[in-house]
């Protein structure tokens, strides 16, 4: 087989396995380029980039953005986290934002290994999303929480913090 047709082959298999599995998707802007979107629980959504190359599939997904604070502490939890992610790696780009990425070769890839690396890719954008945000962004989410509290606004989308804001507000004397 020419490297042309495997990777048109791939791409075959590519989209099949989305059509089967009910995966929002559309064609990219890259040749062989399909951008899916995920849903998550702790994050909204995830959109993941998937490329067939002539002899590898290259897979790439938007984390979180740069982190506002702690550094440091937000790039070793993500290097501690690459070591069990399977064929994925955490990686950022110029900005300091947050990607998981992957590259595979192209002769192993079929629809069991694409339900794998979906399931996977997933789990590396989506289940540590609070626990980034909680080491990244917390003084970001105070003056948020401090803010909505002053004017009454609903705290919803930030109840999965609430017991790291709620009464550390600096204005707050009745805290901790």
Known sequence: MTRGAEASALG???EAYLADAGIDWEQGARAGEYVVTLPGEKKLRTVASLVVGEASLSVSAFVIRNPD???EKFYRYL???NLRLPGLAYAIDTSGDVYVTGRLP???VDAGYLDQLMGALLE???SHFNELLAIGFLSSMQKEWDWRVSRGESLRNLDAFRHLLDGASSTDSTGP
């Open 69 to 71: 604070e702690n550094h």
């Open 124 to 126: 590396a954008a989506d």
């Open 106 to 108: 192209a002769a192993g």
């Open 12 to 14: 075959g298999t590519v």
């Open 79 to 81: 290097l501690r986290k």
